[in-house]
């Protein structure tokens, strides 16, 4: 059964201390891992589609690398407007119409 | 470019009641998800629609229901509300089957009294 596991639940940093998130993995044929950002009470907002191991994708101060078994998504030095919940999904070659989520990661970034 | 856009954006209903919330994609995108999102939890799939058809369905019961429309449109009915649907009802669209991306709504905040 495919599933995604984020940690941590919550993170919280000062501005300017770069951290970093974790989405591990298990997809029966992995077509696409892809990061949202989330705000209170609004919809998950695209960040970056990732398709193979190695592949790294960058905006801004963040950035998603890929393995076969997990993601992760860095921040560099972090601002107060940072502070959402980051949402990591799969989809699999199994289930090609949907995306199985992670449950987030909420970060809060003090000024 | 409108993205996608959800009505309405808060409901309350009673239990067992019923509901229908709206979703119109995003220009160019011919495919609809609906995923419930409860408090501090990830986005749960609950169908798609393609060519007015379900093509894939997730763990929701039969309560749940959808349609397409043929300007690619979609309504998500829940019948017979239980206090457990109150959640933030998202509408994704995509052109395809979403290998490119999906693109998200604001969502319905919907509460079950």
């Known amino acids: 059964e495919d599933q995604v596991t984020q940690s941590p639940e919550a993170l919280r940093l000062q501005e300017g201390e770069s951290s970093s998130l974790n989405c591990s993995y298990t997809v029966s044929g992995l077509r696409g891992l892809f990061w949202y950002r989330q705000d209170p009470g609004k919809g998950p907002e695209f960040l970056f589609t990732l398709y193979s191991a190695g592949e790294e994708k960058e905006k801004e101060r963040l950035k998603a690398t890929l393995t076969k078994k997990e993601s992760f998504l860095h921040i560099t030095a972090p601002k107060p407007e940072d502070s959402a919940t980051y949402l990591c999904a799969v989809q699999g070659s199994s289930n090609t119409g949907k995306l199985i989520f992670g449950q987030g990661t909420t970060l809060q970034v003090k000024p | 470019d409108a993205g996608v856009t959800q009505s309405p954006t808060h409901l309350i209903k009673t239990r067992g009641q019923q509901v229908t919330l709206r979703c119109s994609p995003k220009?160019?995108?011919?495919?609809v998800s609906w995923y419930q999102q409860a408090l501090g939890q990830g986005p749960q799939f609950i169908f798609q629609y393609y060519e007015e058809e379900e093509r894939q369905r997730g763990n929701f019961p039969d309560r749940f229901s959808g349609h397409q429309f043929p300007n690619y449109s979609s309504e998500l009915n829940v019948n017979a509300l239980l206090l457990g649907d109150s959640a933030l009802y998202l509408c994704a669209s995509s052109f395809g089957d979403g290998y490119y991306g999906y693109t998200f709504g604001s969502g319905t905040r919907l509460t079950v009294v």
């Open positions: 220009s160019g995108h011919d495919t």
